[in-house]
Every structure is written in C-alpha cells, then in structure tokens.
C-alpha cells in the first residue's frame, strides 16, 4: 500500500500560514478522565468537546466504560447507531510515553516539502500533522485490512478518508466480544493446552496473512492480539510499515522474536528464526477470501 495517502492528507493541512505564538503554550492533553467523557450535556454537565463532535456526527451515542489504557492511547466501551464501539482515543504527541515513531515513517514519501519540514521539526503545525497522519494510518490500514478478510475489528468510520479525518484523534471500530465482558488479549487469556496450539497457529497464520500484503506490523505479540470465541484477532494498526521502509525486515524479525518470546507463558516453546521462516513459508500461500462489503 502506497505512503501517498498520507500525501494527500497532508497537502491541504499545510496551506495555511503558520499562526504566531502569542499566547501561552497550553499543555499537551494526555488521557481524558472518564467523568468528562461520560458527562451529561442535558444535565447541565461539562462535555469533552471530542465527544460532542463524535455524537453531532453520529458515530456514537455514549461512552460506557474505560478498557485498556497503552503508550499511546485509551481505549474505552462506547455505544453507536451499530451497537457496541471501541473506542481509542490518542494522547497528543508530547503527552505519549511512546514517541520513537520515526523508524515506522521511514519509506513514506510526502512530497510537500513544507509538510515535511514542519514535520521533522515537531513544529506546532508539524505536531498536528503527524497527529493526524497517526489516526488517518491507523483507519487506512484497517479498511485495507477487513476488505482483505483478516481478523480485525470493523473500523466504524469511512472508508472515504474525509470522514474519518473528522474523528481526529478518535479511532472508532466494532467492539471484539460483547459490552459488559470485552475480548481479552491473549497475554491475560487464560488458555487450555489444546487452546494455546490453535492460537498459536493463527497468530502464525495473522502475520502471514500481513506479510502477503506487504506489511510488517511492528508490534505483532500477544499484547496486541484478542481471544475471543477461539478466534484471534489482530490489533493496533497505526504503526503498520511496508517494504517500502528501509526498516522492514528488522521489523519483520522482531515481530516472530515477539511473537515466540510472548506465547511462552500459554506454554509454546517456539523459536524466533523458525517462526519467521514459518511465516513466510505461509505467505507464499493462498489469503483469506476478502469480504464483500455491501452498500
């Protein structure tokens, strides 16, 4: 998949001129508390202003619950017009613990030299670029992913990029298992013998099923994979890497080495190399049937 998407994002968000610092640097918003996400704006209460946009645009209705919280962003149980949602919410950028994102860039070409620039400088207009470039991979990547007919979740918004570049810095997708017991990731599952060789062998099966469209995940574990069902479905996409990334293969590798290392603890004694070498031993092979999405 081409890095010109983002190209294109990015073109219009830098037509405009760079406004002065004349007032006070506010502090980067790092994770919202749930009372504010869950206010009652009828009651008189105060509304994140995400959440009202979310709600005028009728992606949501309510936040329930906060789920996981990570490097990155929060994920909270919220609900829609299409029942039940995940709902992820990005930290800005200086408000992450996880900021080495530069080696999942590398290989993207942004031909608004501008747009770059701002960018590699973390400059004001730069921040919220890559801001918005981070929300836009991750919804780019799950559309390409669903329709190929991987196990991901369904995102809820798009697929024209124009509306999801609305949701910004919320990605919005189909809640994995149901509102009052969500899917577990397979680090915290709790697995019988015969269940940890069927997961393992779809875990396997998940990171072919990337590396035959040409991606390399970056941070492919147990952590980053649900249980439900007996079903493995991969998760968090926004860090997704192509061939076109001089880093590529090293990301491949540490993917099979954290692959292996996190299935130990459901008793899989795996070796880094041989699971890399399995993985795209299956690659070479036929993919899911892709989905069929209908109007």
């Not at 530069?102 to 207009?125: H, N, P, T, W």
Request: hydrophobic share 35%; proline share 6%; no cysteine.
């Amino acid at each position: 998949m081409s890095a010109r998407w983002l190209d294109d994002e990015l073109e219009d968000a830098d037509t405009l001129p760079e406004r002065p610092h004349k007032h006070k640097a506010k502090k980067p918003l790092g994770k919202r508390r749930l009372a504010t996400l869950t206010a009652d704006p009828e009651g008189g209460d105060e509304t994140d202003d995400l959440i009202r946009r979310l709600t005028d645009l009728g992606h949501i209705t309510e936040v329930v619950a906060e789920l996981k919280s990570g490097k990155e962003a929060t994920a909270y149980v919220a609900r829609g017009p299409r029942g039940s949602v995940l709902l992820k919410l990005y930290r800005e950028l200086e408000a992450r613990s996880f900021k080495r994102d530069g080696v999942y860039r590398e290989g993207q070409v942004i031909l608004d030299k501008r747009a770059a620039k701002a960018m590699q400088g973390r400059s004001r207009r730069g921040l919220e670029m890559l801001q918005a470039g981070w929300v836009t991979a991750e919804y780019a990547h799950l559309w390409h992913l669903w329709r190929a007919g991987l196990n991901v979740p369904e995102p809820l918004v798009g697929p024209d990029p124009y509306d999801y570049a609305q949701t910004t810095p919320a990605v919005l997708m189909r809640l994995i298992g149901a509102e009052d017991t969500p899917a577990p990731r397979l680090s915290d599952a709790a697995l019988s013998p015969e269940e940890a060789r069927d997961a393992w062998n779809q875990a396997v099966g998940g990171m072919a099923d990337l590396l035959r469209l040409g991606y390399a995940h970056g941070d492919y574990s147990t952590y980053n994979l649900l249980w439900w069902e007996n079903t493995v479905t991969i998760i968090d996409f926004p860090q997704l890497t192509t061939r076109q990334n001089p880093n590529f293969k090293d990301l491949l590798r540490r993917d099979a080495e954290s692959l292996a290392t996190s299935f130990r603890k459901h008793g899989i004694q795996a070796d880094a190399e041989a699971t890399l070498r399995e993985v795209q031993r299956r690659a070479g092979g036929q993919g899911p049937k892709p989905r069929v999405l209908l109007p």
